[in-house]
């Protein structure tokens, strides 16, 4: 079930500290890999090849927003249909 944003209907995402993400656009160091270490009204992201920390307004980060790179999807599943932990 997809939850939208009712003023600019822009989907919002599900993430949590911890996530591994994948935005519109790489950094300047040429990564494209964030991890999520701040939730709020703005979403705080740390490169995983420079260390940079950048933060976002949720609308800004929900719009860049492309994908989890943690292999899973926000029920816990892996995204190849088997659970989490299952061979």
Avoid: T
Wanted: charged residues 35%; proline residues 3%.
């Amino acid at each position: 079930m997809a939850i939208f944003d009712e003023v600019s209907m822009i989907r919002i995402v599900p993430i949590k500290v911890g996530d591994q993400v994948k935005l519109k656009k790489p950094h300047p160091c040429g990564a494209n890999d964030w991890r999520v270490i701040k939730l709020g009204m703005d979403i705080g992201l740390q490169c995983q090849k420079c260390g940079r920390q950048v933060r976002l307004l949720r609308r800004d980060f929900d719009r860049r927003f492309r994908g989890h790179l943690d292999g899973l999807d926000r029920n816990g599943d892996s995204l190849d249909g088997n659970l989490e932990g299952e061979v």
